[in-house]
């Protein structure tokens, strides 16, 4: 496979179908810098933010300043996932001069505006949740220079799909025709014209030295959520290239079983926050599945890392409903319409749904795994999404609290993934059903018939707290075999 140069025309054919114009303001030749403003792509691997960022620098001859900032001002601000992101920032930190790159990282207000304004162009990333796009269009929109948003997401450029894509079944033949070329590989290298140390000293920003600091007092004196604590799952590069390295070495063995066993801890990958932050690139992650195991074990994994997780990006990327019921087909809103009546067996406060104090125990440790270790298994995640569809009063109240507990516990919430994952519990992505109670022509599944279906004996005996009493409701079908079901 050829790797390509930087500035070559593979790579600028690429760049041009990642590189979205944010504001009509041109670039201004007085500004002192380019300014590469990294948000949703923690890496400095297979970024195509970055690689366009060295390529304008060099191209006017101006230095480049890598800025990545951590606020408190999103909804689910907290030490977890300040953790996390400040132990990716100090892997990023400590690479950096040894790649010669000029990194830096704040924390606290944003300083991005202020740096904006010193800038010739100001280069970001592309990614449609987690307020990402709200702080890209804002700096756009205030910004005196010209701003491009850049798709680093996902391995196949989102630009090559021009709507919204109905399902897995319509994205997979694009996705393996564009595939092999997506993933030739770059020869990345450093900007030829380096920062000066006076100049980056007179932007009088309050830069962390996140390399050698504290992480755990920084966290401590931030004003976010300290109830939503650390966890075990550390962040950065070299954590998640070694969960890579263990999944591939163990975890890919008889993939397509061991995934829908909730007791096997090895049995799934468990990447997704790293994919989340961007701080290991999915093609990376792709080209070491392939190298490291059979077709068979590869393509089970592949289908779910590639075709649902490209799916998800495209379908918040193209609907601005994403989070919302509106999001869903006419076939799933005429069930709801019909059905929002239905006298439900039982239902739950968000707040008792939080503290995992249901009926179920299957769906008690669930919640625990994820108020805990910030992750769930992914057997668990679609019972205990399909559950609160009939345990909320409403099914407009099921998905606002299934958003708001991932997006506050989740390490990969606010992820596109996540957020398609919770609509395919209400009828995204699938096809209609046999009319039920409550459920209506949306896929049932059923938390007691789980515990026949699947192996759950050593996940209730990790998770399952006190209360490992078998559901009292249950009886509901899981849906029909062999139908397709997203990695969540």
Not at 256 to 280: Q, T
Not at 390 to 409: C, R, S
Not at 461 to 474: A, H, K, N
Request: hydrophobic share 40%; proline share 5%; charged share 25%.
């Amino acid at each position: 496979m050829t790797t390509h140069p930087l500035g070559s025309p593979f790579v600028r054919d690429q760049l041009s179908q990642r590189t979205f114009p944010l504001n009509e303001k041109r670039l201004q030749p007085e500004g002192e810098y380019i300014l590469y403003w990294m948000q949703s792509t923690q890496r400095f691997e297979d970024n195509w933010a970055l690689r366009l960022a060295t390529i304008e620098a060099d191209r006017i001859g101006k230095p480049l300043l890598i800025h990545h900032e951590l606020t408190t001002t999103s909804a689910h601000a907290s030490a977890r996932f300040h953790t996390f992101v400040l132990e990716g920032a100090r892997d990023l930190a400590r690479r950096a001069e040894a790649l010669g790159l000029t990194y830096r990282f704040a924390l606290g207000p944003s300083s991005a505006d202020h740096l904006a304004a010193r800038a010739c162009v100001v280069v970001t990333d592309l990614f449609p949740t987690d307020g990402v796009a709200e702080r890209s269009a804002h700096l756009a929109a205030r910004a005196d220079c010209r701003v491009l948003a850049v798709d680093s997401a996902g391995v196949v450029p989102s630009a090559a799909f021009h709507k919204e894509e109905y399902a897995a079944r319509t994205i997979r033949p694009k996705l393996a025709r564009l595939l092999e070329l997506s993933l030739e590989p770059v020869a990345d290298r450093a900007p030829k014209r380096q920062l000066a140390a006076d100049l980056l000293s007179s932007l009088g920003v309050d830069w962390l030295d996140v390399a050698h600091c504290d992480i755990a007092a920084e966290v401590a004196s931030s004003d976010v959520d300290h109830a939503v604590g650390a966890v075990a799952t550390h962040g950065g590069l070299h954590a998640a290239r070694e969960r890579l390295h263990a999944f591939v070495a163990d975890g890919l063995q008889a993939y397509a079983e061991r995934r829908r066993n909730p007791s096997d801890v090895a049995g799934s990958s468990r990447l997704s926050p790293y994919l989340h932050y961007g701080m290991i690139s999915p093609v990376e992650v792709v080209t070491k599945v392939r190298a490291g195991t059979g077709r068979t074990e590869a393509d089970s994994f592949l289908n779910e890392m590639l075709t649902w997780r490209e799916l998800s990006f495209n379908f918040c990327l193209r609907n601005p409903s994403y989070a919302s019921l509106a999001a869903l087909p006419d076939w799933a809103q005429r069930s709801m319409n019909r059905h929002a009546l239905d006298a439900r067996e039982v239902t739950y406060p968000l707040e008792q749904l939080e503290r995992a104090e249901t009926h179920d125990a299957v769906w008690n440790a669930g919640q625990r795994e994820l108020v805990e270790t910030g992750q769930m298994h992914n057997v668990v995640r679609m019972l205990w999404g399909k559950s609160v569809l009939t345990w909320a009063p409403t099914y407009a109240l099921a998905l606002e609290w299934l958003i708001h507990l991932n997006n506050k516990y989740g390490l990969d919430g606010r992820d596109p993934n996540s957020f398609a994952g919770i609509q395919w519990c209400f009828g995204k992505f699938d096809r209609p059903f046999a009319a039920r109670p409550v459920w209506g022509t949306i896929r049932s599944m059923s938390l007691s018939r789980a515990l026949v279906k699947y192996d759950m004996s050593g996940y209730l005996e990790r998770w399952g707290g006190t209360d490992r009493q078998l559901s009292l409701i249950g009886g509901q079908g899981m849906g029909r075999a062999g139908a397709e079901t997203p990695r969540w």
